[in-house]
């Protein structure tokens, strides 16, 4: 069936250092790819959406490109902030019914 | 701020007690998902709506959880008899028609039970 692997649970970097949380799907039909960002005790917040003409999605810093080819849609930063501590989900939309389905998020925790 | 609001944020039930939470979908928002987020941070998802039509439900949701999303009213997930594994946070989150929509997210409740 459809799914998203994220291969790391916990990414710990040192401020100014690059970001990249790795992203794969299995979908069956060509997916919308998602990141979402999930502040503690707050709502899963859409950090970056793929577009469907292969442009590259930007958002506060971070991009993330689709490949079709190897399946994967990794969120990356050049810098690394305090603030960007959180958690990270890569998500994916199948078939006709809108569900997204959620990888199993990864914390980064971005020290000083 | 988030735009879909769900309460309570919070509650706490005895185990075999009912438990409901409520949402309000984005203005506009014809299609209504519930997912369950658990102490894995991992989300489960539950049921979603078009309008006030189920499009999908899982197994679980079919036998000890209800939901529905009225006109006019707000949209509602009830556990029927709270087990200890229920104890989670509660996500419901609206998009418009076309699947490719962003889905927005409310705060959640959290629930407890002991």
């Known amino acids: 069936g459809d799914s998203v692997t994220q291969t790391e649970g916990l990414v710990t970097l040192t401020e100014g250092l690059p970001v990249m949380l790795n992203c794969t799907y299995q979908?069956?039909?060509?997916?919308?790819l998602f990141w979402y960002v999930q502040h503690l005790n707050e709502a899963p917040k859409l950090l970056l959406k793929s577009f469907t003409d292969n442009k590259r999605p930007e958002h506060q810093g971070f991009h993330a490109t689709l490949h079709k080819s190897s399946s994967s849609f990794h969120l990356q930063k050049s810098s690394a902030q305090l603030s960007d501590s959180a958690l990270y989900y890569c998500a994916s939309i199948t078939g006709n019914t809108g569900k997204l389905i959620f990888g199993l998020g990864t914390t980064l925790q971005v020290q000083p | 701020n988030s735009k879909v609001i769900q309460t309570p944020r919070y509650l706490v039930k005895g185990q075999g007690q009912k438990a409901k939470m409520r949402c309000i979908p984005e203005?506009?928002?014809?299609?209504v998902f519930w997912y369950q987020q658990n102490k894995n941070n991992e989300f489960k998802f539950l049921i979603n709506?078009?309008?006030?039509?189920?499009?999908?439900q899982i197994d679980m949701t079919e036998k000890r959880f209800s939901a529905e999303c009225p006109s006019n009213s707000p949209c509602s997930l009830e556990i029927q008899s709270s087990e200890a594994g229920d104890s989670a946070l509660y996500l419901c989150?609206?998009?418009?028609?076309?699947?490719?929509?962003?889905?927005?997210f409310g705060e959640g409740s959290r629930l407890i039970v002991v």
């Open positions: 203005k506009g928002h014809p299609v």
């Open positions: 989150a609206s998009r418009g028609d076309f699947s490719g929509n962003t889905l927005y």
């Open positions: 979908s069956t039909y060509s997916p919308f």
């Open positions: 709506f078009q309008n006030q039509e189920v499009l999908q």
